[in-house]
């Protein structure tokens, strides 16, 4: 509906890597399944917008060691960052949710141009707003852009999705059985320890401009619900 949405309004970064189930490529029925607790979530009133990951299909950084020019795999990483978006929009949708795609680059006959002030107006309006392509530059990543696009439409909170992993540990927990989950840390402390479960680049914004960051396992059942209405799950990151 067009009621005005005017609880808080939080960024939620989803990892494209969860949108394959595991392959590359889309999985419907993970796609679904997420559409559905962010509708859960939207109709408490918060306001959403997402920025897509897009892992599912290309990385830049992957393709480059397979010998491709590192802009052009770039390049074709946010682009498959927006078959996740058109993807979500559908299942949104199909939920009765409003939504509206906003690209950085521009793509017109399938999504808006990214407006921020647009993007705002559509969050006022009680449509969830799901950004693609990335930040539209090579050699920045999803997680990066979550931020930044969360300090430019003045989102209450970041809130990072994780693939496989529940939170902030004090080491790799894939590879260090004494890595112990944090409940809550400061963003020097997650640069200064290297803790890269989230890019530092987003760490770093976040911390010069006092924007919490949540970061949670979307694996667990209702995690992504939980989180967008203000559970404390996973781990706090403040400055
Ligand atoms: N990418 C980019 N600039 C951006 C965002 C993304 O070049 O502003 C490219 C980059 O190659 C990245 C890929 O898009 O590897 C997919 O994004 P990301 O790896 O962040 O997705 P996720 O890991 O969240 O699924």
Redesign the pocket.
Known sequence: GDEEHSGRRVLL?????AFGGGAVGLDPDVVKGIARQIAAAHRTGVQIAVVM???????????QQRGMERAR??????L??VMNCLALQDFLEKEGVDTRVQT?ITMGQVAEPYIPRKAIRHLEKGRVVIFG?????????????SAQRALEIKCDQVLMSKHGVDGVYTADPRTDDGAVKLDELTFSEALSGNLRVVDAAAFSLCMDNELPMLVFGMDDEDAITRAITGERIGTMVTA
């Open positions: 970064k989803l990892s494209g890597e990951g897009g892992g599912n299909f290309f990385r830049g950084a992957q393709l795999a770039d390049y074709m990483g946010m498959g960052t950085a392509a990335g930040a539209g530059m090579p050699y920045f990543s999803t997680d990066t852009v």
